[in-house]
């Protein structure tokens, strides 16, 4: 209960709970909306507090599975941050625009990468120096203009398992190939947007720097949470392996050294028996026949 009171604090210095003004307002966010002040609808940081907690915990799992989450945001005050983040957690972002096809048409996007990568390693390892300078020049610059949309997934290779957006408004077209793909969705959410329309909304402001870094950083630190487990029981897992294997190299010795020694009872035994053998089978020594013999007190006739 202290820890949420505490965290409720945070959200609450952080400017978390000031949302759209009144008129601009989705009715669907009605349950997230504690009060009206000054023409500006008040979020129940109650509300936010749950999801968050909620979020997090979720994304944990996902990163304790080994999948990837995306990060995406474009706004200005929020590409920073977030970049920062995904970056912290080695996760794949997008904060300059959005590449319309870039999940729904993966393939492709995915040879825009590699184009990148091959321009770069040819400036890098003198490939390029039997060009002309203008010929290098350009080379560079689109490089430069290729990493600029497409760096933070330069180490995506395949789908992410989930994408978490700062502004669902925003970033509509992201989310609706998300959705197309059934990939997850996880999103801050204002008074201005449709909670529905992610799998898991977290009534937030999305405009304040603030607002957008502690949330953004409470779930990165579930993320990393979520790695440092899968490490360690990886890490586990590998110390069992390794006692296994000694314990099976062991067994293996002992069933060696228990063959060795079969072996030597064996051929002492036989050099017992053919010891016997050559014994049982000596030349009897011979008695001379009594028909032999002269008749006693026999003398010549």
Known sequence: MEANTSLQQQLLEAGVHFGHLKKKWNPKMLPYIFAEKKGIHIIDLNKTVDHLQETAAAMKQIAKSGKKIMFVATKKQAKEIVTECAQRVNMPYATERWLGGMLTNFNTVRKSVKKMQSIDKMLNDGSAESLTKKERLTLSRDKDKMEKVLGGIAQLGRLPAALFLVDISVEHIALAEAKRLGITTFGMVDTNSDP???????????????????????????????????????????????????????????????????????????????????????????????????PAGGGAK
């Open 196 to 294: 529905n329309k992610v799998d898991f909304a977290i009534p937030a402001n999305d405009d304040a720097t603030k607002s957008i870094a502690i949330i953004t950083n409470y779930i990165t630190a579930a993320i990393a949470e979520g790695l440092a487990e899968r490490q360690a029981n990886k890490d586990e897992d590998d110390n069992v392996d390794d006692a296994n294997n000694e314990n099976e190299a062991k067994a293996r010795r002992l069933e060696q050294e228990a063959q060795a020694e079969g072996g030597r009872g064996r051929r002492g035994a036989g050099r017992g028996t053919d010891a016997a053998a050559g014994t049982g089978g000596a030349p009897k020594r011979r008695v001379p026949s009594n028909n032999n013999r002269r």
